[in-house]
């Protein structure tokens, strides 16, 4: 089955810095790469995807990264804010999302 | 307003008693799926369903039962709650893929926190 692999577990930046996160992932039928982020409290919520047949996408202040021959993914966040703090999870699939061990982001005002 | 809900929100029970931890959703998805996510974050994929009548089991061992009688119901069930069974279990729906894409993002609830004593 698809092994997740996610780094770092934990990330501490000052706000108006960047913030990376990267994943990698073992199926190579993957197809669909998603991004969530989670609040205290709440369930995951989906802030961006990308399916394999794109390198990048962004939206806003976000933008993530697919390198299929790599099999790796990044999340990418600038001008951070305090209210980006919370964990973020990657996760892969073909058929089920795998998810990986998630980030957990601190974006010190 | 289309959403997922899980109820209770959080559920302090004894060691073997039975529970049923209840997830709907108004969005209409074919596909829905029981996560369970322990203190250190990770994620766990303990049931699925791609319809009605249609259950499969994840990739974490669970003592649980799933039923999808309805499109819009996915119960989970544990026969007899044990200490190990604490937890946060997440519910999640998402859309049948179409044209050629298999999988859209999934919608979560809120989650069940669940306590075994």
């Known amino acids: 089955g698809e092994n997740v692999e996610q780094h770092p577990s934990t990330l501490s930046v000052q706000e108006g810095d960047s913030a990376v996160i990267k994943c990698t992932y073992s199926?190579?039928?993957?197809?669909?790469f998603p991004w969530y982020k989670q609040e205290l409290g709440k369930g995951p919520q989906l802030i961006i995807d990308?399916?394999?047949?794109?390198g990048e996408k962004k939206d806003q202040r976000i933008a993530v990264t697919l390198n299929k021959t790599a099999k790796h993914f990044s999340l990418h966040i600038t001008e951070t804010q305090p209210e980006d703090s919370a964990v973020y999870f990657c996760?892969?699939?073909?058929?089920?999302?795998?998810f990986g061990g998630g980030t957990r982001l601190m974006v010190k005002p | 307003e289309a959403d997922i809900y899980q109820t209770p929100r959080y559920l302090v029970i004894g060691t073997g008693k039975k529970i049923t931890l209840e997830c709907s959703q108004t969005?209409?998805?074919?596909?829905m799926y029981w996560y369970q996510q322990d203190p250190g974050m990770e994620l766990h994929l303990i049931h699925y369903?791609?319809?009605?009548?249609?259950?499969e089991k994840g990739d974490l061992s669970s003592e649980s039962t799933v039923s999808r009688i309805r499109t819009e119901h996915f119960p989970l069930t544990l026969e007899s709650a044990r200490p190990s069974h604490t937890s946060q279990y997440l519910c999640?729906?998402?859309?049948?893929?179409?044209?050629?894409?298999?999988?859209?993002?999934?919608?979560f609830g809120s989650g069940t926190r669940l306590t075994v004593v």
């Open positions: 999640a729906s998402s859309p049948s893929g179409t044209g050629g894409a298999r999988n859209y993002g999934y919608t």
């Open positions: 199926d190579s039928a993957s197809n669909y």
């Open positions: 990308i399916r394999s047949n794109v």
């Open positions: 996760a892969a699939s073909y058929y089920v999302l795998t």
């Open positions: 969005m209409g998805h074919d596909k």
């Open positions: 369903s791609y319809g009605v009548n249609s259950t």
